[in-house]
């Protein structure tokens, strides 16, 4: 059994292979071959949760799960590997930088297939953890030619905008407000831990692609209703995982089935591989995360490990458990 650390994974995989990982476990959702556990979590001490996702890859003999616990002072993801047709542990994988690239690679998939192949103007909404990987899946599958950004911090926003300048080289506006950042962009991604809706419809350009990346739980929103109004095509990573915890979407779209038919799969979405309609205003991708996108980069590293004698081989847990001696203490 395999422990990957951090480091491992940082060394084995690039945005680039990520991305094709995550395309391949796409289609392969899109087949049959892949089955998503909707995401379950539980919110304490005021704003930090406990979350579980997970999927199965039979035909490639793996089923796995990813737990964290996301709490002021940070979190420890972890990504658990068994042999789908034995139940053997077959590795962890210290899933933190496998997350950043698993979010990123999500949202480069979704811009591949819905953003205007000529998009050079790019805006992201947010400095956290996560927002570099995002600026990197923007660059990788468009020719961006200018970054605005924007973030309430302004002290993290110009230590950010320096960070992008120095990493892509490319011209970078660190903006004053939300609707400067996102005026006239053809690809807004925005991953923040709003509460209420922070991106209207009367700041996006006509035909602009939105990844909204940032409220993945009811709590909170990112996007307001006249965004979704003015979409012509709303895209998801698991839809059964929109109507469960996107708020935006859950009070957009109601509990009636038939008004949920709007909104694509991403697996759906990459199976089709149509280009954009030249006919599409807005396009939206809702990421929420999926056990999907974990499993694919985690399967794709595993088999990089194992060629590459990667990862900390550990003692296998006994698969009989030892005889309890149930005792009335007396």
Do not use: C
Not at 138 to 145: E, F, H, K, S, Y
Not at 176 to 181: R, T
Not at 293 to 310: E, V
């Amino acid at each position: 059994m395999l422990w990957i650390s951090e480091s491992d994974v940082v060394a084995m995989m690039d945005l680039s292979t990520a991305i094709a990982a995550l395309e391949r476990g796409l289609l392969a959702e899109a087949s049959g071959n892949a089955q998503n556990m909707v995401k379950t979590h539980v919110e304490f001490d005021e704003g930090s949760t406990l979350h579980a996702i997970g999927a199965t890859f039979p035909k490639d003999g793996f089923a796995g799960t990813k737990t964290w616990a996301h709490t002021k002072g940070g979190a420890t993801p972890l990504l658990i590997l068994f042999d789908s047709h034995t139940g053997a542990l077959k590795a962890i994988i210290e899933a933190f930088a496998l997350g950043q690239m698993r979010t990123a690679s999500a949202s480069g998939v979704a811009t591949r297939w819905l953003a205007d192949e000529h998009a050079e103007e790019f805006a992201i909404i947010g400095t956290g953890k996560q927002a570099m990987p995002q600026v990197a899946a923007a660059v990788a599958v468009r020719p961006i030619r200018r970054i605005r950004i924007f973030g309430r911090n302004q002290e993290r926003l110009a230590a950010f905008t320096a960070r992008v300048q120095n990493e892509f080289g490319l011209p970078v506006l660190a903006a004053k407000s939300i609707a400067e950042a996102v005026d006239g962009a053809q690809i807004v991604t925005v991953v923040t831990r709003a509460t209420e809706p922070i991106l209207t419809a009367g700041m996006l350009a006509k035909g602009a692609h939105i990844n909204a990346v940032g409220a993945i739980v009811p709590s909170r929103a990112e996007l307001a209703a006249e965004v979704l109004a003015r979409a012509t095509r709303i895209v998801a990573d698991s839809v059964p995982q929109a109507r469960k915890l996107s708020r935006e979407l859950i009070d957009f779209f109601g509990d009636k089935d038939a008004h949920w038919m709007r909104v694509e799969s991403l697996a759906t979405v990459v199976q089709r591989r149509e280009p954009r309609s030249p006919t599409d205003d807005l396009t939206i991708f809702k990421s929420l995360g999926m056990g999907i996108s974990d499993l694919a980069l985690g399967i794709d590293l595993y088999h990089k490990a194992i060629s590459a004698n990667l990862g900390r081989q550990l003692e296998h847990p006994r698969k009989v458990p030892p005889r309890l001696t149930l005792s009335t203490g007396a």
